[in-house]
Structures are given as structure tokens and as C-alpha cells.
């Protein structure tokens, strides 16, 4: 068992090492560093347990096996992770400048990433290109002649991130079409999906459509509405997207979906213009996901951005962007030009912006920002004078921010009654079905409800709007069940004394259901 476990570093399963610690047999070193692991991994996954205990704990399974290389090194890793979740970034930060200095060119290429990883993480949570590049500089140097091993592969994706984040369209889009065929060979091993990649980018280029069209390809229901869920922010149906977020923050969801849930709830609430709904959500944020001080001014400067604090929001960018040369910050930088009047400015941040390529990705977040009315924003456009694109290019979907109706859990409990297992299950299964356009099959006794559930569907899916037609199909005589599915013209048969549409035409965009009975 232990030899199993070892030729498994630096990566065991979790089975493997809650075998190993199940074995009496094991003793010393190994099984405090073991054991001081399954500690660390209960507790962030929401245990019960002392943070403090479990971090003496760490440390001094690492003091224990300096000597033995592989097993230090899975335990640094682990403690690292252990430490980020803390948010103890300076520990983070003294613990991997030791990692580095470690000789692991020995050892197989999971442990040369070991560091990297970390690196490229903390870069990521700091928007610090220059700590993400190091990291993916030095994985090119150690894995670079082995192109087909996971932990390379692993960062090609993560490189992919970087670009795509960073918004370096062209860059992305070359990458993609490169690492395409070999990463979706490698999803299953690696434990990722490009698709999510894809989805935020077109996003980001203000393509929504095409982000659309990618959902099917989420088959777990939680991933299925995080992608609703930024669908929704991005589009401005806030009443949707809020109930989103109450379904979703009701399950037990892990700590990394739980964050990007609520930071697409900070958003959805900033953009709805509701002030106190942000700061709860930044609270929670605050209280559940240790943030980083950068972290903590991106969603302050969005906050002072929203209520025109001016000093307050220059402040910020100073700190963060001083020189308006980072490619994500360049909308932050030109809406405070706005507001301050400063609009041959902001036009020349936006001059230099296009030249980036993907003029929407900047249009579409311009046009959230309240303090850019159609007026100000075309003479925004007007500034830079770019004959090749004419202001028509402005096509923007400008909505003005919704009264939240209820949300969509508010309507499903209220025709949804009961505590049971089985009830909550069909509240979550009704949620999750609404938000996609496919044929679904309802079967239960008689009497069950499920026109009821049929009818609640349509009421909580975004074509709510459209019609919603039932047809009895149990009562509807084969002779003219053609005629009541798809029309029929005046005179085609004894007694049709005029043309009719027929329940396919009626639905048109909405729902039709088709029952064996009607009450």
C-alpha cells in the first residue's frame, strides 16, 4: 500500500490516502505527513476543526521528512493550498520561494510543475502577469521536449487562462486552434473543459450568442447554471439571475464555484443598482474566500465606479493600473475619464484599446456603465474618429436596470409545496430544466400535477413571455389530431368553416404541452 502510494505522488487519491491512514501498520514520519494532509483537506472542505491546529499540524509534518524529496515535496504542495485557502499570502509567498529552491529535475514532471502551479496561481489571484508568465517560462523550460505529458499539457490550458483572462484576444484564439486536439484528448485526465474557456471568451467579446450555443455541452446541472448565471449578468435579466443565485447558493456547492457564484452576484446586484445587495455579497465574500488586497480594490474601485466617487475610484486605479496600460483595466480607466469630463482622454484610451482588436469586448462593458447614456457614449466614439468604423458599430444592448420580480425559487415554492426529499429534488430538477430549450417527457400517476409542473416550467424559463398551449391529446380523436397539431385551411374537411393555426403555430416560441388528459 505504501508503494502504491508513493508511485502515485504527487498526486494520491483521496482513497489512497485515507487507506494509508486507515493502516495500522503504518507508522513515523509517513503517517503524520499523511495524517496532517487528510486533516488540511477535511477542514477546507468545510469540516469541523482548528485552522491553527491543522497549520502546526502542516508545518510539522514537513520538518519531519526533509530528506525524503518526493513526500516533502506533495507536502509542501499541501500545505501551500492549505495556506492560499487561509489567505495567508505572505506564508504562501515565503513557503514557495523555498519550494523553489529544491532540486526536483530528478523526479517526474509532476513534481516540476509543483512550484509553477503555485506560482501561476497566486499571479492569477493578483492579476500579475509577470508572476504568470515566470511560471509558464519555466514549465516551457523543464517540460518543453515532453509536449505530450500531462503536467505540460496542464499548462497549456493554463496558458490559455492567462490569455484569455488577460484579454489578449488574438493571442487566445491562436493558442486555441494550436492546443485544440491535444488538450480535449486530455480533458478527462486533467480534469478540465475547454468549453468553460470558450464560453467566458466569447463572453468577454461580446458574443453572446455564441456562448449560447455552448451550454448543451455542460451536462452537470451546477456548471449547467454557473454558465446561465454569467448568461444572465451579461444579458441584464437580473430578476433571472438573482433567482439563479439564491438556487444555487442554497446547495452545498464547493469553495471554488461558491466564490465565482457570488462574485457574479456582486456584480448582478452593482449593475442592478442595488448598493446594499453588493456590499452583502462582498461581505460573504470577504468572510467565506480569503481575498487578496488587490482583489479587495477591484471590487472596491467597481463599487466607487457605480456611485461616482471620483476620488475615491482614481485612488484605486492609481494603485492597481497607474500607468492605464493593463488591457482589463483601460474600461475602468475610461469610464472615470467620463465622469470627470475628460472625454479626449478616454477616446485615446479607447484608440488604443481597438488597436488590441475585439472593439465589442470594450463596447458591450461601456454600455453597463450608467454614467454613459447612448449621447455620451456615441461622442465618446466620436473622439477617436475612426472612419473605419463607423458609430452604426455601436449596436449596443442597452436595458435599463429591472425591478427584481420574484425570483425564480420564490415562484417554484410557492406551486411547489412540501419538505420532503423528493419535493426539494423536483424544485432543483424544475430549476435547472427551465433554463434549457429541449423536449422534456413528464410521466406520473393520474392526478399527480403535471400540467402543473408543465405550466411552472414555462413560467420560469426565459420564454415565460410566450405563449404556453396545451392539447388533450386523450380526448383528441385520431381523425383530427393533424388538423389541431398543425392547422388547417378553410374547407379542408366537413366543417372547417374557416382556416385555423394549429398548436405547433400557437406555441410558436413558447411551450406546448401535450398530455394524455386535461382536468
Given at each position: 500500500?505504501?508503494?502504491?502510494?508513493?508511485?502515485?505522488?504527487?498526486?494520491?487519491?483521496?482513497?489512497?490516502?485515507?487507506?494509508?491512514?486507515?493502516?495500522?501498520?503504518?507508522?513515523?514520519?509517513?503517517?503524520?505527513?499523511?495524517?496532517?494532509?487528510?486533516q488540511a483537506a477535511a477542514l477546507m472542505a468545510?469540516?469541523?476543526?482548528?485552522?491553527?491546529?491543522?497549520?502546526?499540524?502542516?508545518?510539522?509534518?514537513?520538518?519531519?521528512?526533509?530528506?525524503?524529496?518526493?513526500?516533502?515535496?506533495?507536502?509542501?504542495?499541501?500545505?501551500?493550498?492549505?495556506?492560499?485557502?487561509?489567505?495567508?499570502?505572505?506564508?504562501?509567498?515565503?513557503?514557495?520561494?523555498?519550494l523553489e529552491t529544491v532540486d526536483v529535475s530528478?523526479?517526474?514532471?509532476?513534481?516540476?510543475?509543483?512550484?509553477?502551479?503555485?506560482?501561476?496561481?497566486?499571479?492569477?489571484?493578483?492579476?500579475?502577469?509577470?508572476?504568470?508568465?515566470?511560471?509558464?517560462?519555466?514549465?516551457?523550460?523543464?517540460?518543453?521536449?515532453?509536449?505530450?505529458?500531462?503536467?505540460?499539457?496542464?499548462?497549456?490550458?493554463?496558458?490559455?487562462?492567462?490569455?484569455?483572462?488577460?484579454?489578449?484576444?488574438?493571442?487566445?484564439?491562436?493558442?486555441?486552434?494550436?492546443?485544440?486536439?491535444?488538450?480535449?484528448?486530455?480533458?478527462?485526465?486533467?480534469?478540465?473543459?475547454?468549453?468553460?474557456?470558450?464560453?467566458?471568451?466569447?463572453?468577454?467579446?461580446?458574443?453572446?450568442?455564441?456562448?449560447?450555443?455552448?451550454?448543451?455541452?455542460?451536462?452537470?446541472?451546477?456548471?449547467?447554471?454557473?454558465?446561465?448565471?454569467?448568461?444572465?449578468?451579461?444579458?441584464?435579466?437580473?430578476?433571472?439571475?438573482?433567482?439563479?443565485?439564491?438556487?444555487?447558493?442554497?446547495?452545498?456547492?464547493?469553495?471554488?464555484?461558491?466564490?465565482?457564484?457570488?462574485?457574479?452576484?456582486?456584480?448582478?446586484?452593482?449593475?442592478?443598482?442595488?448598493?446594499?445587495?453588493?456590499?452583502?455579497?462582498?461581505?460573504?465574500?470577504?468572510?467565506?474566500?480569503?481575498?487578496?488586497?488587490?482583489?479587495?480594490?477591484?471590487?472596491?474601485?467597481?463599487?466607487?465606479?457605480?456611485?461616482?466617487?471620483?476620488?475615491?475610484?482614481?485612488?484605486?486605479?492609481?494603485?492597481?493600473?497607474?500607468?492605464?496600460?493593463?488591457?482589463?483595466?483601460?474600461?475602468?480607466?475610461?469610464?472615470?475619464?467620463?465622469?470627470?469630463?475628460?472625454?479626449?482622454?478616454?477616446?485615446?484610451?479607447?484608440?488604443?484599446?481597438?488597436?488590441?482588436?475585439?472593439?465589442?469586448?470594450?463596447?458591450?462593458?461601456?454600455?453597463?456603465?450608467?454614467?454613459?447614456?447612448?449621447?455620451?457614449?456615441?461622442?465618446?466614439?466620436?473622439?477617436?474618429?475612426?472612419?473605419?468604423?463607423?458609430?452604426?458599430?455601436?449596436?449596443?444592448?442597452?436595458?435599463?436596470?429591472?425591478?427584481?420580480?420574484?425570483?425564480q425559487p420564490q415562484i417554484i415554492a410557492q406551486?411547489?409545496?412540501?419538505?420532503?426529499?423528493?419535493?426539494?429534488?423536483?424544485?432543483?430538477?424544475?430549476?435547472?430544466?427551465?433554463?434549457?430549450?429541449?423536449?422534456?417527457?413528464?410521466?406520473?400517476?393520474?392526478?399527480?400535477?403535471?400540467?402543473?409542473?408543465?405550466?411552472?416550467?414555462?413560467?420560469?424559463?426565459?420564454?415565460?413571455?410566450?405563449?404556453?398551449?396545451?392539447?388533450?391529446?386523450?380526448?383528441?380523436?385520431?381523425?383530427?389530431?393533424?388538423?389541431?397539431?398543425?392547422?388547417?385551411?378553410?374547407?379542408?374537411?366537413?366543417?372547417?368553416?374557416?382556416?385555423?393555426?394549429?398548436?405547433?403555430?400557437?406555441?410558436?416560441?413558447?411551450?406546448?404541452?401535450?398530455?394524455?388528459?386535461?382536468?
Amino acid at each position: 500500500m505504501e508503494e502504491a502510494f508513493r508511485r502515485s505522488l504527487p498526486h494520491p487519491s483521496r482513497q489512497q490516502v485515507q487507506a494509508l491512514l486507515a493502516a495500522p501498520a503504518l507508522k513515523g514520519p509517513l503517517r503524520q505527513c499523511v495524517q496532517a494532509e487528510a486533516q488540511a483537506a477535511a477542514l477546507m472542505a468545510g469540516g469541523d476543526g482548528s485552522v491553527e491546529a491543522v497549520h502546526r499540524s502542516l508545518l510539522s509534518a514537513l520538518d519531519q521528512v526533509p530528506n525524503d524529496t518526493p513526500v516533502w515535496a506533495w507536502m509542501m504542495a499541501e500545505t501551500l493550498r492549505f495556506l492560499r485557502w487561509m489567505g495567508d499570502w505572505p506564508g504562501v509567498i515565503t513557503l514557495l520561494d523555498h519550494l523553489e529552491t529544491v532540486d526536483v529535475s530528478d523526479l517526474g514532471p509532476g513534481f516540476q510543475v509543483i512550484a509553477p502551479r503555485q506560482r501561476f496561481d497566486l499571479g492569477m489571484a493578483q492579476r500579475d502577469a509577470t508572476l504568470i508568465e515566470r511560471a509558464l517560462d519555466v514549465v516551457e523550460q523543464r517540460l518543453g521536449h515532453q509536449p505530450d505529458a500531462d503536467a505540460y499539457l496542464e499548462f497549456r490550458y493554463r496558458r490559455l487562462m492567462y490569455l484569455g483572462g488577460f484579454q489578449h484576444f488574438a493571442e487566445f484564439e491562436q493558442q486555441m486552434a494550436l492546443d485544440d486536439p491535444r488538450l480535449r484528448a486530455a480533458e478527462g485526465r486533467l480534469g478540465v473543459r475547454l468549453v468553460a474557456l470558450e464560453f467566458g471568451f466569447y463572453l468577454t467579446i461580446g458574443e453572446p450568442d455564441r456562448a449560447r450555443d455552448l451550454l448543451d455541452q455542460f451536462p452537470d446541472p451546477r456548471h449547467h447554471r454557473l454558465q446561465c448565471l454569467r448568461l444572465a449578468v451579461y444579458e441584464q435579466h437580473y430578476d433571472r439571475a438573482h433567482g439563479l443565485i439564491e438556487l444555487m447558493l442554497k446547495d452545498g456547492l464547493e469553495p471554488v464555484m461558491q466564490r465565482e457564484v457570488l462574485m457574479s452576484a456582486f456584480r448582478c446586484a452593482l449593475l442592478s443598482d442595488d448598493l446594499a445587495l453588493a456590499h452583502r455579497y462582498l461581505a460573504l465574500l470577504e468572510a467565506k474566500h480569503a481575498l487578496l488586497p488587490g482583489q479587495q480594490r477591484e471590487l472596491g474601485l467597481l463599487i466607487a465606479l457605480r456611485m461616482g466617487n471620483r476620488s475615491q475610484a482614481r485612488d484605486i486605479l492609481e494603485q492597481l493600473d497607474p500607468q492605464a496600460a493593463t488591457g482589463d483595466l483601460l474600461v475602468p480607466w475610461m469610464r472615470l475619464l467620463v465622469q470627470e469630463g475628460q472625454l479626449p482622454k478616454a477616446g485615446s484610451l479607447l484608440r488604443r484599446a481597438l488597436s488590441r482588436g475585439r472593439p465589442r469586448a470594450l463596447l458591450f462593458p461601456l454600455a453597463f456603465a450608467k454614467e454613459l447614456p447612448p449621447d455620451r457614449l456615441s461622442a465618446l466614439w466620436l473622439e477617436i474618429q475612426s472612419p473605419e468604423t463607423p458609430v452604426s458599430a455601436l449596436v449596443l444592448k442597452r436595458t435599463p436596470a429591472k425591478t427584481i420580480a420574484p425570483s425564480q425559487p420564490q415562484i417554484i415554492a410557492q406551486q411547489v409545496i412540501g419538505s420532503s426529499a423528493a419535493m426539494h429534488t423536483l424544485r432543483q430538477e424544475v430549476a435547472a430544466l427551465a433554463q434549457r430549450r429541449e423536449t422534456i417527457l413528464l410521466t406520473a400517476e393520474t392526478g399527480c400535477g403535471k400540467e402543473v409542473v408543465a405550466q411552472l416550467l414555462h413560467q420560469v424559463s426565459p420564454q415565460s413571455k410566450q405563449p404556453f398551449v396545451v392539447v388533450n391529446c386523450g380526448a383528441l380523436p385520431a381523425s383530427l389530431a393533424e388538423a389541431e397539431l398543425f392547422g388547417h385551411s378553410k374547407g379542408a374537411f366537413t366543417g372547417a368553416e374557416r382556416a385555423r393555426e394549429g398548436a405547433f403555430t400557437r406555441a410558436a416560441e413558447g411551450t406546448l404541452f401535450l398530455g394524455d388528459e386535461c382536468w
